[in-house]
């Protein structure tokens, strides 16, 4: 019998495993996927404080992220530039491998291949029931680690999924002309969200927005915008399509259960972007776990200190993103345009430059402030 049982091998759930076995753990992690990282939609920008915080492989870069630009629906832009790379854009299935490993080298096993089906909870264990190569199984631990990203449906019941989602969609191109993270706004192109062009190596590039209906539609329409078009020189018929929850989060956490990274809505509220703080809460889970190991009490009030503990931790951060992603799903194009005017000409790139990649609340008390005292938020629709 395992001490503890991870279910999904994602980032999250491998570096939470990893951190367990670390401590000495017998940690089994279950992945529905014959491969680690299989089929994985993701554009894959990981910060520099994250690659350096969490120890994680640096031979899964692809490039790092020192310009970004953002344009206005007309074409307007603003670029920053950083001395020092930003972020890196990393191989998504490779980083998730490369965590399992790192995990599998301290001791914990990783079952191929394994769908969970169904988890119970008794007062004396963590059960599933799993399929693999056909065949049903039923495995038990003390504890248990939900980490399946936003796929819950097959078990729900014991987890509750976010209620609020958007769409991120995404497909690979070959392109021209790009050395910038190119992000684009306007209600044509990604209402309320945005859309990107992010190089990875070799003239390819990821070309996706996040929307909150029609996916294909706007993505589609993204790709035939000349500024998209007239650069692209081979397609990738493949397009990945997954919801990412943005808002309210749901209780992540029972007796003998903690739910941790994209499965309880731990992304950034304005990017969705979900691996930083997905694994920054694992670090939270598995403080709270080896306490519970410790003490030898595996019920609900022991682990409810990990959603406290996770909530204090970035809470704020989602809350301040919330506001401004309220804010700004409700400007039209012409207020954008403004925005970037303003954003160009008034001073703000120093504010931009200040703040961190990853924490992003002042930076955005900062913006929200400003924009306020321009009126931007007030000025009528043209
Ligand atoms: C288009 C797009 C672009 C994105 N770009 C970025 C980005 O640049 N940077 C960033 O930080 N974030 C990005 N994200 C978000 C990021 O991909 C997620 O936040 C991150 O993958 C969450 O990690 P996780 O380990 O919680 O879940 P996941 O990565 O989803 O891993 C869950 C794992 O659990 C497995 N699983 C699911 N159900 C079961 C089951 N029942 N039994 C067994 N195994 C199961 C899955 O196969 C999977 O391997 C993007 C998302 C999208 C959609």
């Given at each position: 019998m395992h001490d503890i049982i991870v279910v999904g091998a994602g980032p999250v759930g491998s570096y939470s495993a990893y951190l367990l076995a670390k401590k000495g753990l017998n940690v089994g992690i279950f992945e529905?996927?014959?491969?680690?990282?299989?089929d994985v939609n993701c554009t894959g920008i990981v910060s520099t404080e994250c690659l350096k915080n969490f120890g994680l492989?640096?031979?899964?870069?692809?490039r790092p992220v020192d310009s970004i630009k953002a344009s206005s629906p007309s074409g307007n832009y603003i670029k920053y530039q950083s001395?020092?790379?930003?972020?890196y854009v990393v191989n998504r299935s490779l980083f998730d491998d490369e965590i399992n490993k790192m995990a599998v080298r301290e001791g914990a096993t990783t079952y191929l291949?394994?769908?969970?089906?169904e988890i119970t909870i008794t007062d004396g264990a963590f059960n599933v029931k799993v399929k693999t190569g056909g065949e049903e199984r039923e495995f038990s631990a003390k504890v248990g680690v939900v980490a399946t990203g936003f796929e819950l449906n097959s078990l729900q019941g014991v987890v509750k999924k976010p209620k609020d989602f958007s769409y991120g969609i995404q497909t690979d191109v070959g392109i021209e002309d790009v050395t910038d993270v190119e992000v684009y706004f306007g209600r044509n192109i990604a209402p309320g969200y945005f859309a990107w062009v992010v190089p990875t190596h070799n003239g390819s590039a990821k070309v996706g927005l996040i929307v909150k209906k029609n996916p294909e539609e706007y993505l589609k329409r993204f790709l035939a915008n000349p500024l998209i078009s007239s650069r692209v020189v081979a397609g990738d018929s493949r397009i990945k399509c997954s919801p990412i929850p943005f808002g309210r989060t749901p209780k992540s956490y029972a007796q003998r259960l903690i739910v941790v990274g994209e499965a309880a809505?731990?992304?950034?509220?304005?990017?969705?972007?979900?691996i930083y703080f997905g694994l920054l809460c694992s670090e939270i889970a598995v403080s709270t776990i080896t306490e519970a190991f410790k003490r030898r009490d595996f019920g609900e009030k022991v682990f409810e200190e990990y959603e406290m503990n996770w909530r204090k931790k970035i809470g704020p951060e989602l809350k301040a993103g919330m506001v401004l992603r309220n804010l700004f799903s409700r400007l039209s194009d012409h207020q954008i345009e403004l925005l970037v005017d303003l954003v160009k000409r008034d001073g703000f790139l120093p504010i931009i430059k200040n703040h961190n990649f990853d924490w992003q609340k002042d930076l955005i008390t900062s913006l929200l402030q400003k924009f306020f005292s321009k009126n931007i938020f007030r000025e009528a629709d043209k």
């Open positions: 529905k996927n014959l491969t680690i990282g299989d492989p640096g031979e899964v870069i692809l001395a020092s790379p930003l972020a291949g394994t769908r969970v089906e809505g731990q992304v950034k509220t304005t990017t969705g972007g979900g």
